[in-house]
């Protein structure tokens, strides 16, 4: 059925999931941002996300299907085993995944809004699965900028094919790069990462806009290593097939 929404032209629908992914990035980082959209704008768009996420999956169900193919050895194409790099992103789309179904599951567990009917008080007033919660949606929010990464050329197909673009990109990515870290210190991520914060840490007294700048540089950050690792790892794979 969904077929019928969607352009048969193949150019024009990739062109279709580039933006949707593009979207997709916009609204978990809205989703990020619950201390500035406040909690029923936060949860709406967290089921949003869920349908995002799940029309996601879906555009991409063949590489799901092929790998399984793949690994149960039932593809009819002869591939080579995968590799070591191949398994870590077989691995790392696996725990996004399901870091994300986590991340639904508890937000649904300490819902102050659309899921407060279903849920008893003590799991809305238990900290705890708030603080479940916000620890993992940071991870998932790290795997994510890994994944985007990884595949950034597919997200940014212009970007890709122009070399300027490219060069002002990467500087762009090393400036993120190295004020990640500052990030990192000012929102006490330990703390959310151990599942010890109930909530992104704001100091009394910040500025306005400096949480969303800090996870955004985080997020461009974590991207641009994992782009730069894949890209130096492929560069260094191509050299040792070309040395004699």
Not at 71 to 79: A, D, H, I, N
Request: with cysteine; aromatic share 12%; net charge positive.
């Amino acid at each position: 059925m969904m077929k019928q929404f969607l352009p048969e032209d193949p150019g024009r629908l990739w062109l279709l999931r580039i933006r949707f992914d593009r979207f997709l990035f916009l609204m978990l980082f809205a989703i990020m941002m619950d201390r500035y959209t406040l909690n029923p704008v936060h949860e709406v768009l967290g089921v949003a996300a869920i349908l995002a996420f799940g029309l996601h999956a879906w555009a991409n169900r063949n590489w799901y299907s092929g790998i399984l193919r793949q690994v149960l050895g039932k593809s009819k194409v002869r591939r080579k085993k995968p590799g070591i790099g191949r398994w870590c992103v077989i691995a790392l789309n696996f725990l996004l995944t399901l870091l994300f179904i986590a991340s639904i599951v508890s937000g649904i567990m300490a819902s102050q809004s659309l899921f407060a009917w279903a849920t008893p008080d003590e799991w809305r007033m238990d900290l705890d699965y708030r603080t479940a919660h916000v620890a993992l949606s940071v991870w998932a929010w790290f795997l994510a900028a890994i994944h985007l990464g990884l595949n950034w050329e597919v997200v940014f197909p212009g970007i890709a094919g122009k070399r300027g673009l490219r060069l002002a990109m990467g500087a762009l990515g090393v400036l993120a790069v190295l004020l990640a870290p500052l990030a990192f210190m000012r929102r006490e991520v330990d703390l959310m990462l151990e599942f010890q914060s109930a909530y992104i840490p704001v100091e009394l007294e910040e500025l306005p806009g400096l949480m969303p700048l800090d996870c955004l540089l985080l997020f461009v950050g974590t991207a641009a290593s994992a782009a730069f690792l894949r890209t130096g790892f492929g560069f260094f794979r191509e050299a040792l097939k070309g040395r004699p």
